[in-house]
């Protein structure tokens, strides 16, 4: 067994784990401000206007967080959402702003990132949530590459590394007392144990997804791969990055139902089962939110680099 680790990684690869996981194990808390009071602080979420994001958004404004961006690529539902999030909030001033992103285009990315970059005090908590699953082989436009490759991976860890430089110059805006290492997780998924990653010996790597398929279209195994490659790079990146300019993450929410995560297989007998299997083996997007929080809110240096399940750290 990996040390420091309760599974080995070939049993967290393993459905009997998944199911424990899902099933039986306690989950992290829902954190209250006496876990972690964020006044002061900013937060960055992608993908922040439904599901696990937008949970995620109110769970950090109970624990005080001062501005919170809400990162997307449709400005109306994240106008709608930051409108939502605000009606039930009465402790004191706290700002939620829609910012333009689109992970689908790098021009998007860039500008988003120097938006960022012209703000008087550095995000201490980036929750790089948005993802996609394409039910049917989608390819980007401008890129070429893999719809899931590209918004799962590409532009989320090129989003990263744009942000990286800006949270390690400015200061947080929280006061000096409480001055915090910033955080960015990168949700991921337990489905990046479950890949088969024919690709891995492709090289160079990334055109072996942008091949057009040839067979069956497996789309939980392209998902799955695009989670992996994001899960290894985050990994590497780590290794680089000294954990006192940031902790970088991995936080899974879990399979979580009642997100908008599987509406491309919505009206279909596969989207019928699935929503079967999701409400019988998942949880809410509450309990989703409050695992990648535990993540991006609670977890230490020993996090960083690390794919967190539960609040544990897992191989
Ligand atoms: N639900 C699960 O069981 C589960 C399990 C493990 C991991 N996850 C991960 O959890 C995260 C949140 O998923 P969810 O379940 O909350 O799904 P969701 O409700 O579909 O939310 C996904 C978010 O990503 C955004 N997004 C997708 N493509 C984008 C792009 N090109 N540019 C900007 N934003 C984009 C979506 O924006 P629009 O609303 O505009 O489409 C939406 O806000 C994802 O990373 C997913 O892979 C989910």
Request: charged share 15%; glycine share 14%.
């Given at each position: 067994m990996a040390?420091?680790?309760?599974?080995?990684?070939?049993?967290?690869?393993?459905?009997?784990?998944?199911?424990?996981?899902?099933?039986?194990?306690?989950?992290?808390?829902?954190?209250?401000?006496?876990?972690?009071?964020?006044?002061?602080?900013?937060?960055?979420?992608?993908?922040?206007?439904?599901?696990?994001?937008?949970?995620a958004a109110s769970q950090l404004l109970q624990l005080g967080v001062s501005k919170l961006i809400l990162a997307v690529r449709n400005e109306q539902s994240g106008q709608a959402a930051a409108k939502s999030l605000l009606v039930s909030r009465k402790d004191g001033p706290q700002k939620v702003e829609v910012w333009k992103l689109n992970l689908s285009e790098y021009a998007s990315v860039m500008a988003f990132a120097e938006r960022v970059g012209k703000l008087e005090a550095r995000p201490d908590i980036v929750l790089l949530n948005a993802g996609i699953i394409c039910a049917k082989p989608?390819?980007?436009?401008?890129?070429?590459?893999?719809?899931?490759?590209q918004t799962n991976y590409l532009s989320t860890v090129l989003l990263l590394i744009l942000l990286l430089p800006i949270l390690k110059a400015k200061p947080s805006a929280a006061i000096a007392a409480k001055n915090p290492v910033p955080h960015i997780s990168v949700v991921s998924s337990v489905l990046a144990h479950w890949s088969k990653f024919d690709e891995r010996s492709a090289d160079p790597l990334l055109p072996a997804f942008d091949a057009k398929p040839t067979s069956n279209w497996n789309m939980e195994e392209r998902y799955s791969a695009s989670k992996l490659l994001a899960l290894i790079f985050c990994s590497e990146l780590a290794r680089r990055i000294p954990r006192e300019v940031a902790i970088i993450?991995?936080?899974?929410?879990?399979?979580?139902?009642?997100?908008?995560?599987?509406?491309?297989?919505?009206?279909?007998?596969?989207?019928?089962?699935?929503?079967?299997y999701y409400r019988i083996f998942g949880h809410g997007t509450n309990v989703g939110a409050s695992q990648v929080l535990a993540a991006a809110?609670?977890?230490?240096?020993?996090?960083?680099g690390?794919?967190?399940?539960?609040?544990?750290?897992r191989p």
């Open positions: 040390s420091g680790f309760d599974t080995t990684p070939e049993q967290q690869a393993g459905q009997l784990h998944f199911l424990k996981s899902q099933i039986l194990e306690t989950k992290a808390p829902v954190l209250t401000r006496k876990d972690a009071d964020l006044s002061g602080q900013t937060a960055i979420i992608t993908g922040g206007n439904v599901g696990v994001g937008l949970e989608t390819f980007n436009p401008l890129t070429g590459h893999d719809e899931d490759v993450n991995a936080p899974t929410p879990g399979l979580t139902y009642g997100s908008s995560f599987m509406r491309q297989t919505a009206g279909t007998v596969l989207g019928f089962i699935i929503g079967i809110v609670r977890a230490g240096p020993e996090s960083h690390q794919f967190l399940e539960n609040g544990k750290l």
